[in-house]
Each structure stands twice: as C-alpha cells, then as structure tokens.
C-alpha cells in the first residue's frame, strides 16, 4: 500500500554533489524509518542512512561528513543530500521504508533504484 518513487541520480564528477529524492505514497501514516541503501557492481546491498520520523540519523562510516539525510514528514519525502563524492560511490541507490504493522511485524518497502555514477 505504499509505493516509492525515487529520483536524483545521474552522472557527477569527483568532489562534485547529488541530492537524491524518495516520495512515498499511499499508507504514509504507518511509515516509520526511511533511509538509503546502495549496491554496486559485484557487491551487496549496503546500508547508506537512515532516518527516524523523529530526525534521528545513522549514517555508514562511508558516508559520515559528506552525506546528510532529511525527511520532510507533511511531505513524505526523504532526501540523500551527497557531497565530496568518490567514485567509490558508484552504485544504484535504493529508498528504503519501514512500514508499521499494527497487527504483525513491519514490512520493508523499497524503491526501483536509482543509477549514481561518479567519473571523470
């Protein structure tokens, strides 16, 4: 019942910045947490941030100082502000959503992805 819909990602330079946008709609008065996950070429899915409804952040040791995660609750939005990029940070970034479940246990919702390439 609730679908996401990402946007943002792109092409940037070295030390250059990207802001990625999630929308969520739907259910939105059971969503919980919302953050970021990302996965590259030959790897796993990877935790990025993640941020409570409250304004609480957890970032990956990766993304500290140079990311910054928000939400705008009326809004249902999360946003990935990234800056100081490395190409190391190539990879397709994933909107993730908690949502609450009243009578069961919560369900994790994920966006389609959206493709970040860093290069020169």
């Known amino acids: 019942q609730v679908q996401l819909l990402e946007s943002g990602g792109g092409l940037v330079r070295p030390g250059g910045s990207l802001r990625l946008s999630c929308a969520a709609s739907?259910?939105?008065?059971?969503?919980?947490?919302m953050g970021w996950y990302r996965q590259a070429p030959e790897k796993e899915r990877e935790l990025v941030a993640t941020i409570t409804r409250g304004g609480s952040t957890n970032y990956a040791d990766s993304a500290k100082g140079r990311f910054t995660i928000s939400r705008v609750n009326a809004k249902n939005t999360v946003y990935l502000q990234m800056d100081s990029m490395k190409p190391e940070d190539t990879a397709v970034y994933y909107c993730?959503?908690?949502?609450?479940?009243?009578?069961?246990?919560?369900?994790?919702?994920w966006g389609q992805g959206t493709l970040v390439t860093v290069s020169s």
């Open positions: 993730n959503v908690i949502v609450s479940g009243a009578y069961g246990p919560d369900v994790a919702i």
């Open positions: 739907g259910s939105t008065s059971s969503i919980s947490t």
